[in-house]
């Protein structure tokens, strides 16, 4: 069974700070897909970024950075210089490649506050 | 681009009743999914779709329907609505199976069954 654990609940920061958001997962498979969400308060859900099992490399996109360790099952996510747009809840969540379920993390809120 | 629409956007249900939620989907997307997030919570797989006339259960099926007689089309059919099924309902779509294309989500259908 596939799992995804996002250990941090709330986050509170001050606008410029950076803010790590963590996420472990758990799998059986070798073929998987690791996925980053935000749901900011207008609830809507938005893609960030999609990451393979076979591409351990990192990843930047402006301010946004990720962190995948097969080694630890993490695929951490960075803001730099945080704004208070970036106050959402974000979800981690994990596909295996054998199977057609998305299991989602429970989510991490994130405030910045200016 | 409509992408993924979801009707009604909110709906207050008495116990017992029994509705459906709309979700179609301009994409001529293969894949569609049905999703619920509780408060505070990530969300759970209800039920999902590769194509016409083919469905399947996910992680939280029981209380739900589902049909798809077309590729665009995908609604969710509560029977007999109950206290435990207020949630907030997410429809998605993918081109192909999970994981090797992100999913576009619906706005979410904040249903509350009193």
């Known amino acids: 069974a596939q799992k995804v654990t996002q250990a941090q609940t709330e986050i509170s920061v001050v606008e410029k700070e950076d803010v790590t958001l963590d996420c472990v997962y758990e799998?059986?498979?070798?073929?998987?897909?690791l996925f980053w969400y935000k749901q900011p308060p207008s609830g809507e859900l938005v893609f960030l970024i999609r990451r393979n099992s076979f591409d351990e490399q990192n990843e930047i996109s402006g301010r946004y950075s990720w962190n995948f360790q097969k080694s630890t099952s993490s695929f951490n996510f960075t803001i730099t210089a945080s704004q208070v747009v970036d106050s959402a809840v974000y979800f981690c969540a994990l596909s295996e490649a054998s199977g057609s379920r998305l299991t989602f993390g429970e989510g991490t809120q994130l405030t910045v506050n200016p | 681009n409509a992408g993924v629409t979801q009707t009604p956007k909110f709906r207050i249900l008495k116990i017992g009743q029994s509705m459906t939620l709309q979700c179609t989907q301009d994409m001529n997307h293969n894949y569609m999914y049905w999703y619920r997030q509780d408060p505070g919570m990530g969300l759970k797989l209800i039920y999902y779709s590769v194509g016409a006339g083919i469905t399947d259960k996910g992680e939280v099926p029981n209380g739900y329907n589902v049909s798809r007689s077309t590729t665009e089309d995908f609604p969710l059919r509560l029977e007999l609505a109950a206290p435990s099924q207020t949630s907030v309902y997410f429809c998605?779509?993918?081109?192909?199976?999970?994981?090797?294309?992100?999913?576009?989500f619906g706005d979410g259908t904040r249903l509350s069954i009193l």
């Open positions: 799998t059986r498979d070798t073929t998987y897909y």
């Open positions: 998605a779509s993918s081109y192909s199976k999970q994981g090797a294309q992100p999913q576009h």
